[in-house]
């Protein structure tokens, strides 16, 4: 991998930590309890829960992510960073753009 892919690399992934890193915080937020005595309405309560319970998974899936990404910080300067850990074969630049945190190539994924 070239220098200055690995450049350009570096910088997205520090862009999708701090974007990362901002949605947590926002996810984090939304996820107050739903206290009792908020009155609410039953229907309107009962979808609070339900969008509760969507943040929380989209809170998950988020931290999931930021745990690839410090991983991937960790990682980005050993030699076979951009390798693909199933075929071997490197993995395309403009995917490690888009997705900093891939361990894969396209076609293993």
Same mark, same amino acid.
């Given at each position: 991998m070239k220098k200055s892919e690995l450049a350009a690399i570096k910088q997205a992934l520090d862009g999708e =930590?701090?974007?990362?890193?901002q949605k947590i915080i926002?996810?984090?937020?939304?996820?107050?309890? /739903?206290?009792?005595? #908020?009155s609410i309405g039953r229907v309107s309560r009962m979808d609070a829960i339900n #969008?509760?319970? =969507?943040?929380?998974?989209?809170l998950?899936?988020?931290?999931?992510?930021?745990?690839?990404?410090k991983e991937?910080? /960790?990682i980005i300067n050993e030699k076979d960073f951009g390798i693909c850990r199933k075929c071997n074969k490197e993995i395309p630049f403009g995917r490690l753009q888009i997705q900093p945190q891939s361990r894969f190539c396209v076609i293993c994924a």
């Open positions: =930590i701090k974007s990362t890193e926002e996810y984090s937020l939304l996820c107050q309890p /739903i206290a009792p005595e #908020n #969008n509760k319970s =969507i943040v929380e998974a989209a998950r899936v988020a931290k999931e992510k930021m745990f690839e990404l991937m910080k /960790i």
